[in-house]
């Protein structure tokens, strides 16, 4: 099946330092959203694109639509301990995920 | 509070044995899927509905059966266990198949297959 190549895969990260991850396919999607998943719960969006080029500020979060409609990017400014968790992109149609990529933020 | 609810939370299974995972949301959402959440693999599709009485295969459908009977319910069933079916499984919920809005997801059920 389709996968969402989600990187990095993991993140160790000091408090107050910004992050970044992308998530990129072989095939056009028209639209893309972020998940975050605290330990033991399910994913919780963060935020939906639906234009390419789209960019989308929610708080110290900011998520891209890339041009091609084949990426996107998830950007944290200024992390702190609550971030801590696993990100997930996915496909509009809720078909595909991509892998996560785990961060961890050091006090 | 409104939202998707799983029951259990835990179980373990014997190999062979069979099990209904229930999933429940009261949003008045039509379209609900099924999950399985396994280490370094993301979230796999195993089958969803755009509605009551509809279903359809995801990618991982095989050794699963669901129905949907009601817009509320949206039972996920493994016929004869297999320790290959240990895995996190979610169950999401959104009011359109392109999860206009994203989706909603249970907290999850925690299978062991023994």
């Known amino acids: 099946g389709q996968q969402l190549n989600q990187s990095p895969q993991s993140m160790f990260i000091q408090e107050g330092e910004d992050v970044s991850m992308n998530c990129t396919s072989s095939?056009?999607?028209?639209?893309w959203l972020w998940y975050k998943q605290d330990p033991g719960e399910g994913p919780v969006l963060l935020i939906a694109?639906?234009?390419?080029?789209e960019l989308t500020s929610n708080g110290r979060l900011t998520a891209q639509f890339g041009i091609t409609r084949k990426d996107s990017f998830l950007n944290i400014s200024a992390s702190i301990p609550s971030d801590v968790g696993i990100y997930f992109c996915?496909?509009?149609?809720?078909?595909?995920f991509g892998t996560g990529t785990s961060l961890t933020v050091i006090p | 509070n409104a939202g998707v609810t799983q029951t259990p939370k835990f179980q373990v299974l014997k190999t062979g044995q069979s099990m209904t995972l229930q999933c429940a949301q009261d949003?008045?959402?039509?379209?609900m899927s099924w999950y399985r959440q396994d280490p370094g693999m993301g979230l796999r599709l195993i089958h969803y509905?755009?509605?009551?009485?509809?279903?359809d295969q995801g990618e991982v459908p095989n050794g699963y059966n669901v129905s949907r009977s009601t817009t509320e319910d949206f039972p996920l069933r493994l016929l004869s266990a297999a320790p290959s079916q240990t895995s996190v499984y979610f169950c999401?919920?959104?009011?359109?198949?392109?999860?206009?809005?994203?989706?909603?997801f249970g907290s999850g059920t925690r299978l062991t297959v023994v």
């Open positions: 999401a919920s959104s009011y359109s198949e392109t999860g206009g809005l994203g989706y909603t």
């Open positions: 095939s056009i999607f028209n639209t």
């Open positions: 694109l639906y234009k390419a080029g």
């Open positions: 996915g496909t509009g149609n809720q078909f595909y």
């Open positions: 949003m008045n959402h039509e379209y």
């Open positions: 509905s755009v509605g009551a009485g509809i279903t």
